[in-house]
């Protein structure tokens, strides 16, 4: 009987310390996970090139880091936007595209031949200015904001959006 609870004993401490030492050492790596999906993305203008970079009635990519990547996106967190340059001043000299199509999100490819952004995933195609020519997409392209800082074109971070914030 006494044999029998000091084994019981010993085999409950077991479990308790166990217990203790996983949450201990788990917690903190459970907060590195988790955190960065509760603070909030930064919310700033970033420069993508300068002004001479975009010559006037081309579109470009250029490449921009998500503004919310989570601690452990690596290289996924890299991604890019179609820069147009619509006049040689004033507000309407740019349109900055997110390269995400607004079906599902595949990156759309600017075909200066035909003057169209096409989506490889299921055949979206979208004109020069955003607006959809034909395919699935439900909305034009989302834009981003800009701004001419000197000589630099700056472009304001955000998240990926969704259709629903469209
Ligand atoms: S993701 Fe572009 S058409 Fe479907």
Redesign the pocket.
């Known amino acids: 009987m006494n044999e029998l609870s000091r084994r019981k004993f010993l085999s409950r401490l077991t479990v308790g310390l166990t217990a203790a030492i996983s949450a201990i050492v788990g917690l903190p790596i459970v907060g590195y996970l988790v955190a960065p999906l509760f603070s909030a993305p930064p919310d700033d203008l970033v420069p993508v090139g300068a002004i001479t970079d975009f010559p006037l009635g081309e579109t470009k990519l250029v490449s921009i880091r998500d503004p919310s990547p989570l601690a452990w996106a690596g290289q996924t967190a890299d991604t890019a936007l179609w820069v147009r340059r619509r006049e040689q001043s004033g507000p309407q000299m740019f349109q900055v595209f997110n390269i995400n199509?607004t079906?599902?999100?595949?990156p759309v490819n600017w075909q200066a031949g035909a003057k169209l952004f096409l989506?490889p995933?299921?055949?979206?195609v979208y004109y020069s200015d955003g607006s959809v020519a034909g395919?699935?997409?439900p909305r034009r392209l989302f834009e981003r904001e800009w701004q001419v800082s000197g000589d630099r074109l700056l472009v304001r971070q955000q998240p990926l959006p969704t259709v629903k914030q469209g």
Request: aromatic share 0%; net charge neutral.
């Open positions: 199509c079906h599902l999100g595949c989506c995933c299921h055949g979206g395919g699935p997409p």
